[in-house]
Every structure is written in structure tokens, then in C-alpha cells.
């Protein structure tokens, strides 16, 4: 196909094909939408997000299922199948040309729903990118396109996945850019916007529009020295927690030579155990963060909550469970930028305040944790419609993001998650001879 086509062709196909892939990627995120619900509409009359409003025998035994079930489901399987997440995208695409098996997606798919479900610490978007780049992938392999044509569509699938799940096409594209092929392609950017662009109106035609929290205003920030010194210690804030985060999986990378069935086991207990005394953590946790933009106080002290989140999500993710890390650095991020609010102004931070340093921090944690300041800032903005916040945030992110790589020599999550592994994190170096590669 690639001699019969010339560049016009080429990239009218990508372009149509492309869209099918963003729609692909749509429908895919509405049905795990749909899926998570039916818990929600089990037990917790319709609210995905209530799980703290259970009986606490129902609290401890949602996540103690779930892992027991993901135990199950994992252990028929054989190991190459059971290797997913956004990490195992970028390796694919440095090692593999881009070829995405298919059962690595549709395991990808099945477990991140047991999980989701059982209230586990993570979120679907990793996921989605997985699915969506498998959906990618499978269609350029279909279709017998060049090397150079399969990582356009599988980028198309990734943009589509973000954009699906919180409704940010832009967002989608630069999180393709930045986070899975680490640099900006011109030749790529028709097709993914378009991707993005149709994935997202999907989404919005079957779920409606997707709001992770609601607030009436932010405030309009004043740069002056107290302003400053405030947006400094969050960033500071964010950099140490970022750091906590990743050093936390790090540690628990070195284990997971333990058998499947213990370290899953292991997260059910612990998260059972968070679940009977600070419930707040348990799934997404965005209902936490809604309720103290609504001026509500939480049935635990914040900084509990935030640290039980952050060290939750962490286990959970370093022990192998396969989930997402981009919602839960949302909200471990708009916490972190509440607590630093209400620090900073000693009981003075109204509610458009908060709001503001919330939304601060849920893009600077983002940013930092995968090294993508635009793909932060512009999600953010898409999902709030708050242009105001654009100059404070850009202050915000590129000083968390220049303390994490300078002072605590770290890179994305995902970049370093490949480096332990022995594997080459740029995904923009191609390996055109397999045979060449001594794999891990």
C-alpha cells in the first residue's frame, strides 16, 4: 500500500482512518463508563463515587473481591498477555514497531473493570490509552501500512482515549506528543486532532458532558509577594509530593518477581484497610475534592486523606494492579493545592481561592509526574473553562517540573518505570531490527 500511495493519499487516509479510531476509542471509554456504574447502581443508589457512604463490611469487601477476582482472571492467562499499561505502549512502539497485540488490550480492558469497580486506587485512563492504541495499532496492521503510518494511528488512539474520558481533545493530542512519544511530530498532528476531535464529540453525545467537580468561580490572581510566595510553596508542594509518588512504586518495582497472586492480594488487604478508616481514598476520590470546593469539611483531617491517596495509589499501581495514574494525580494535585490554599492564607481563602489553587495543583501534579507541562495546563483549562488560571499555572508547573528534574533527578513516571526495566524510554528512537535487541 505504501507504494501505490502519495503524500496527499496518504494522509487523506490516515485522516479517515483516524477518525474511525477516535470513535473506536469513544466507544470503548462509554462502555467502561457504563460498566462502573453498575455497582454504583447495586449499592450506592447510582453515585460511582460513593463508596464511603457503604456499610463499612460492604467497604472492606469491595476491594478484597475485586483482587481476588483480578487473581482468577490473571492466572489462567499467559504472562504475555498480561503485560499492559502505558508503559508497555512505549516499549511496543520502541521494540515492536507499534504492533499492539490484541488480548493484551482486551485484558488491559477486562481487569481495569474488576478493579475500577472493586474501588481500587486507580483510574481509567491508562487503560483507555492502552485500548485506545491497541485499536490503533490493529488497524494500520490490517490495513498493511508503513512503520511510520502505524505510530500516526496509534497516537490517534491515544489522543482519543484522553480526549474521550475527560472530554479535552487538545489535551489528548499533547498528551500523545509529550507523553508517549516524548516529542512534537508535525507530520502526526492532522489525524490526531481529528481523532481527538471526533472521539470527544462521541463521548459527549452518549455520556453528556463529563464534570469531575463543579465550581461557580475562580478567582483572578494579583502577582504580588505573598501571591508569589504562595504559588512557589505549591509548586514545592507538588514537587515533593510527585517525589513521594514515584519513589513509593520505585520501591515496590523490586518486588514484583513475588508471585501475581500475593502482590494483588496484598493491595486488596491494605486498600480493605483504608477502606474501614479513611474511605475517602477509595476510587477516584473525586467526590472528596468536590465536596471542599463546595465549602464542606471532610470526615477526616485533609493532609490524612491526601498522604493516604498518594501512598494508596502508589501501592496499588507499584504492586502490578493494572489502572491509570493520570486521575489520580488529578486529585492528589487540586488536594494539595486546598491544603496549600488554606496554609498560605491562614483561614482567609474563600472558596473562589480554593478553587484556584485546586485547579493549580491538579495540573501541576499531572505535569510533573509525567513531565508534560502543556498537556497539564491545556487539560485543565479544557475541563474548566478558566483561561484566568493560565499565567499562575504556568509559574505553577514550570517550577514543580524544574524541581523534580533538577533537584530530585526524576523523569516522567512512565520513562522511568521503562528505565528499570533495561529498556530505552525515547519513544521516538526506532528499532527497525528486532533481532538486534537483546529484550528483557
Same mark, same amino acid.
Given at each position: 500500500?505504501?507504494?501505490?500511495?502519495?503524500?496527499?493519499?496518504?494522509?487523506?487516509l490516515?485522516?479517515?482512518?483516524? /477518525?474511525?479510531?477516535?470513535?473506536?476509542?469513544?466507544?470503548?471509554?462509554v462502555?467502561?463508563?457504563? =460498566?462502573?456504574?453498575?455497582p454504583?447502581?447495586?449499592?450506592?443508589e447510582?453515585? #460511582?463515587?460513593?463508596?464511603?457512604d =457503604?456499610p463499612?463490611?460492604l *467497604?472492606?469487601l469491595?476491594?478484597?473481591?475485586?483482587?481476588? /477476582?483480578?487473581?482468577?482472571?490473571m492466572?489462567?492467562?499467559?504472562?504475555k498477555w498480561?503485560?499492559?499499561?502505558?508503559?508497555?505502549?512505549?516499549?511496543?512502539?520502541?521494540?515492536?514497531?507499534?504492533?499492539l497485540?490484541?488480548?493484551n488490550?482486551?485484558?488491559?480492558?477486562i481487569?481495569?473493570? /474488576?478493579?475500577?469497580?472493586?474501588?481500587?486506587?486507580?483510574?481509567?485512563?491508562?487503560?483507555a490509552?492502552?485500548?485506545?492504541?491497541?485499536?490503533?495499532? *490493529?488497524?494500520?496492521?490490517?490495513?498493511?501500512?508503513?512503520?511510520?503510518?502505524?505510530?500516526?494511528l496509534?497516537?490517534c488512539?491515544?489522543?482519543?482515549a484522553i480526549?474521550?474520558?475527560?472530554?479535552?481533545?487538545?489535551?489528548?493530542?499533547?498528551?500523545?506528543?509529550?507523553?508517549?512519544? %516524548?516529542?512534537?511530530?508535525?507530520?502526526?498532528?492532522?489525524?490526531?486532532?481529528l481523532?481527538?476531535?471526533?472521539s470527544?464529540a &462521541?463521548?459527549h453525545?452518549? =455520556?453528556?458532558?463529563?464534570?469531575?467537580?463543579? +465550581?461557580?468561580r475562580?478567582?483572578?490572581?494579583?502577582?504580588?509577594?505573598?501571591? /508569589?510566595?504562595?504559588?512557589?510553596?505549591?509548586?514545592?508542594? &507538588?514537587? =515533593?509530593?510527585?517525589?513521594?509518588? +514515584?519513589?513509593?512504586?520505585? %520501591?515496590?518495582w *523490586? &518486588?514484583?518477581h513475588?508471585?501475581?497472586a500475593w502482590?494483588?492480594?496484598?493491595?486488596?488487604?491494605?486498600?480493605? #484497610?483504608?477502606?474501614?478508616f479513611?474511605p475517602?481514598?477509595?476510587?477516584?476520590?473525586?467526590?472528596?475534592?468536590? *465536596?471542599?470546593?463546595?465549602?464542606?469539611?471532610?470526615?477526616?483531617?485533609?493532609? &490524612?486523606?491526601?498522604?493516604?491517596?498518594?501512598?494508596?495509589?502508589?501501592f496499588?499501581?507499584?504492586?502490578?494492579?493494572?489502572?491509570?495514574?493520570?486521575?489520580?494525580?488529578?486529585?492528589?494535585?487540586?488536594?494539595?493545592?486546598v491544603?496549600?490554599?488554606?496554609?498560605?492564607?491562614?483561614?482567609?481563602?474563600?472558596?473562589e481561592?480554593i478553587?484556584?489553587?485546586?485547579?493549580?495543583?491538579?495540573?501541576?501534579?499531572?505535569?510533573?509526574s509525567?513531565q508534560?507541562p502543556?498537556?497539564?495546563?491545556?487539560?485543565?483549562?479544557?475541563?474548566?473553562?478558566s483561561?484566568?488560571?493560565?499565567?499562575?499555572?504556568?509559574?505553577v508547573?514550570?517550577?514543580?517540573?524544574?524541581?523534580?528534574?533538577?533537584?530530585?533527578?526524576?523523569?516522567?513516571i512512565f520513562?522511568?518505570?521503562?528505565?528499570?526495566?533495561?529498556?530505552?524510554?525515547?519513544?521516538?528512537?526506532?528499532?527497525?531490527?528486532?533481532?538486534? #535487541?537483546k529484550?528483557?
Amino acid at each position: 500500500m505504501q507504494q501505490r500511495l502519495n503524500a496527499s493519499d496518504a494522509l487523506l487516509l490516515l485522516s479517515l482512518v483516524g /477518525i474511525c479510531v477516535g470513535v473506536a476509542c469513544a466507544l470503548s471509554m462509554v462502555l467502561l463508563h457504563w =460498566l462502573l456504574h453498575l455497582p454504583a447502581l447495586l449499592f450506592m443508589e447510582g453515585n #460511582i463515587e460513593g463508596f464511603e457512604d =457503604l456499610p463499612i463490611l460492604l *467497604r472492606v469487601l469491595f476491594p478484597l473481591v475485586a483482587c481476588f /477476582i483480578l487473581v482468577l482472571f490473571m492466572h489462567y492467562l499467559p504472562k504475555k498477555w498480561q503485560k499492559v499499561g502505558v508503559p508497555y505502549v512505549i516499549e511496543r512502539l520502541n521494540y515492536h514497531k507499534g504492533n499492539l497485540p490484541l488480548m493484551n488490550g482486551l485484558v488491559q480492558f477486562i481487569s481495569a473493570g /474488576i478493579a475500577l469497580m472493586g474501588g481500587l486506587s486507580i483510574g481509567k485512563e491508562g487503560p483507555a490509552v492502552h485500548v485506545g492504541a491497541t485499536f490503533g495499532s *490493529r488497524i494500520a496492521m490490517r490495513l498493511g501500512l508503513p512503520q511510520k503510518h502505524v505510530e500516526v494511528l496509534v497516537a490517534c488512539g491515544v489522543a482519543g482515549a484522553i480526549s474521550a474520558a475527560f472530554q479535552t481533545p487538545l489535551a489528548g493530542v499533547l498528551f500523545a506528543l509529550e507523553v508517549i512519544f %516524548l516529542e512534537y511530530q508535525i507530520a502526526i498532528i492532522l489525524p490526531v486532532i481529528l481523532s481527538a476531535v471526533f472521539s470527544m464529540a &462521541v463521548s459527549h453525545l452518549l =455520556l453528556g458532558p463529563i464534570t469531575l467537580f463543579s +465550581f461557580d468561580r475562580v478567582a483572578v490572581l494579583v502577582l504580588n509577594a505573598d501571591t /508569589i510566595m504562595a504559588l512557589l510553596f505549591l509548586s514545592l508542594a &507538588v514537587a =515533593l509530593l510527585a517525589g513521594v509518588f +514515584f519513589r513509593t512504586q520505585e %520501591l515496590l518495582w *523490586r &518486588v514484583n518477581h513475588w508471585p501475581l497472586a500475593w502482590r494483588f492480594m496484598l493491595v486488596g488487604v491494605v486498600t480493605a #484497610i483504608c477502606a474501614a478508616f479513611v474511605p475517602e481514598v477509595l476510587g477516584a476520590g473525586y467526590d472528596s475534592l468536590e *465536596r471542599l470546593l463546595a465549602g464542606v469539611e471532610l470526615t477526616h483531617i485533609l493532609i &490524612v486523606v491526601l498522604l493516604t491517596k498518594v501512598l494508596l495509589t502508589a501501592f496499588t499501581i507499584g504492586l502490578g494492579i493494572p489502572g491509570g495514574m493520570t486521575g489520580p494525580t488529578f486529585l492528589m494535585g487540586g488536594l494539595i493545592g486546598v491544603q496549600v490554599a488554606l496554609w498560605s492564607f491562614a483561614g482567609e481563602a474563600d472558596l473562589e481561592v480554593i478553587s484556584l489553587f485546586a485547579l493549580l495543583g491538579m495540573s501541576a501534579m499531572m505535569a510533573t509526574s509525567f513531565q508534560a507541562p502543556l498537556t497539564g495546563l491545556i487539560a485543565i483549562v479544557e475541563m474548566t473553562h478558566s483561561p484566568e488560571i493560565v499565567l499562575p499555572a504556568m509559574l505553577v508547573i514550570a517550577t514543580s517540573c524544574v524541581i523534580t528534574r533538577v533537584v530530585f533527578k526524576q523523569d516522567s513516571i512512565f520513562v522511568e518505570r521503562l528505565t528499570s526495566l533495561g529498556l530505552h524510554s525515547k519513544a521516538r528512537i526506532r528499532v527497525h531490527n528486532d533481532s538486534d #535487541i537483546k529484550h528483557k
